[in-house]
T-cell receptor
Framework: DAGITQSPRHKVTETGTPVTLRCHQT?????MYWYRQDPGHGLRLIHY???????DKGEVSDGYSVSRSKTEDFLLTLESATSSQTSVYFC????????????FGPGTRLTVL | SQQGEEDPQALSIQEGENATMNCSYK?????LQWYRQNSGRGLVHLIL?????REKHSGRLRVTLDTSKKSSSLLITASRAADTASYFC???????????FGKGNQVVVIP
């Protein structure tokens, strides 16, 4: 357990509504990541952060934005949710000093109707 | 992309048998990692092997890396029912601070 929590753990929403997922860490790590996991695709990186206010895009960033105003919190926002964004979302932190060993939160299951 | 791809995709074995999974990748790497995911849970880091290493052990896990073939294997010896999970390989390139994950191997260990 790397002190990572995600909220909410489950959410059902409707197409076109905004959704924000929260990742919270208690260990003051610099790097944080958001992934989505879908059957047949494994884990795909959405966005990541390398410090407060420092973020970068991953391979599937379209339709998502992120913010990191505090070290401990990394927010993922779907500005206008679509059914294709139905997925399980995982947050992770990097713990290794010289390697990108990542520790994952419990996940958020999002359903967009 | 450095995305790993595991082979086979699904494996069903009897308790006590060994389970072997393979992973291939496309470009040069700094290290390769294996993760386990139990149903409904987040991924858990198992083992990391650096590009200058050929073999590494951790408990019942053995990982090999062949950089000339751009492939890795994960061996779980004397499997247990608790090893039932999905296993993912992930590669880290040089200086890009991110991992590229494969699609995962589902392993079922039958008691």
């Amino acid at each position: 357990d790397a002190g990572i929590t995600q909220s909410p753990r489950h959410k059902v929403t409707e197409t076109g509504t905004p959704v924000t997922l929260r990742c919270h860490q208690t260990e003051n790590h610099r790097y944080m990541y958001w992934y989505r996991q879908d059957p047949g695709h494994g884990l795909r990186l959405i966005h990541y952060s390398y410090g407060v206010k420092d973020t970068d895009k991953g391979e599937v960033s379209d339709g998502y934005s992120v913010s990191r105003s505090k070290t401990e919190d990394f927010l993922l926002t779907l500005e206008s949710a679509t059914s294709s964004q139905t997925s399980v979302y995982f947050c992770a932190i990097r713990r290794g000093a010289d390697t990108d060993t990542q520790y994952f939160g419990p996940g958020t299951r999002l359903t967009v109707l | 992309s450095q995305q790993g791809e595991e082979d086979p995709q699904a494996l069903s074995i009897q308790e006590g048998e060994n389970a072997t999974m393979n992973c291939s990748y496309k470009t040069s790497i700094n290290n390769l990692q294996w993760y386990r995911q139990n149903s409904g849970r987040g991924l858990v880091h198992l083992i990391l092997i650096r590009s200058n290493e050929r073999e590494k052990h951790s408990g019942r896990l053995r990982v090999t890396l062949d950089t000339s073939k751009k492939s890795s294997s994960l061996l779980i010896t004397a499997s247990r029912a608790a090893d039932t999970a999905s296993y993912f390989c992930a590669t880290e390139g040089y200086g890009n601070n991110r991992l590229a994950f494969g699609k995962g191997n589902q392993v079922v260990v039958i008691p």
